[in-house]
């Protein structure tokens, strides 16, 4: 059976100082990008726009919602960007030509519902794992207000954004299926590097789970220092994966009960053959799989012996990068 193929489309909402590093992300402005290792900078000249930004996101921003006379507050938002993909099945096989229409499309399907004159940029990148348009608008509504409430809305209108959607661009793509709000799942998107991250992790802790296991009488010393230069990397590492996994915690079910739910819902989707829901508790499970294994990452410290834990921990970084000289 092939893969289901999504339309997708994400709201995201932005009050002010972070709209230029929106804009530096959009539009390439950056040198590096550190944080988004998917982007490879050699496929970049094959971004392109289909709609150029008349100036500064920001400041074009601010002379839309002057010109319609709005009054605004600090943590008033003054753009609106949507994020237009699909899953990236939809795209093996098609030429630019055919992609960049799925987001001619997509435009379209927007300026149906926002006047074309909000819309400061359009960018489809294709430099990173699956092509999606960034499109960017000042929040106003057609009377002329400020009002990101009114257009985005709440889970309701959100759900009536994703219908509307579907039934835009399953006119031209019949294979396409409706795409869920990150509302609707009760979760943000999660990153495939922090799925890939987890592996890494867990192979760490498999690794460390070897070393405090294997400690005796007659290898403890060589073991106690294996096992403080593992915990340089594996301290880090779980550190950064917390931070992570908060950012994302509305994504993770918490309790083994609510596990075993997911379990017993996702055997019975299986049977009706409810596909597109039947992909959404996948993901449910494999979200909690990813917050299990971090859990197990953690739990895994408090197993090692405080001796070598008191060692590593007032050893200075260059002690620790020669292990053998711990004299432990």
């Not at 994020?83 to 149906?112: M, N, S």
């Not at 929040?139 to 990101?148: E, F, I, K, M, N």
């Amino acid at each position: 059976m092939s893969q289901p193929q999504y339309a997708i489309m994400r709201f995201a909402k932005y009050k002010g100082p972070e709209i230029t590093n929106i804009e530096a992300h959009n539009e390439r402005r950056k040198e590096k990008y550190a944080s988004n290792p998917d982007i490879d900078l050699s496929r970049s000249k094959h971004n392109f726009h289909l709609i150029d930004p008349p100036q500064r996101y920001r400041a074009e921003a601010e002379r839309q919602i002057s010109a319609a006379g709005c009054r605004t507050r600090k943590d008033s938002v003054r753009l609106v960007e949507v994020l237009f993909t699909a899953t990236p099945e939809f795209f093996q096989g098609k030429k630019l030509p055919e992609i960049r229409q799925y987001f001619e499309e997509a435009l379209h399907f927007l300026e149906q519902y926002q006047a074309k004159e909000t819309i400061i940029s359009a960018m489809v990148h294709m430099d990173e794992k699956t092509p999606h348009m960034h499109l960017s608008f000042v929040p106003l509504t057609p009377d002329g207000r400020l009002s990101a409430k009114e257009i985005v809305g709440n889970k309701k209108k959100l759900s009536w954004w994703q219908d509307k959607f579907w039934e835009h661009m399953v006119v031209k793509y019949s294979d396409l299926e409706r795409g869920e709000s990150a509302s609707q799942t009760g979760r943000d998107h999660i990153p495939p590097r922090i799925f890939k991250e987890m592996t890494r992790l867990t192979k760490q802790r498999q690794k460390l789970d070897h070393l405090l296991t294997s400690i005796g009488p007659l290898n403890g010393k060589k073991r106690a220092a294996e096992i403080s230069e593992l915990l340089d990397g594996y301290i880090p590492a779980v550190e950064k994966m917390r931070t992570q996994l908060k950012k994302y915690s509305t994504a993770f079910t918490s309790t083994k009960a609510e596990n075993e739910k997911l379990k017993k819902k996702n055997k019975k989707l299986s049977e009706s053959l409810d596909e597109a829901t039947h992909e959404s508790v996948l993901k449910q499970l494999k979200d909690a799989k990813l917050q299990r294994e971090y859990q197990e990452a953690l739990a895994i410290l408090e197993r090692i012996p405080k001796e070598v834990l008191d060692a590593y921990t007032h050893m200075g970084t260059a002690e620790r990068n020669h292990p053998m000289k711990q004299g432990l």
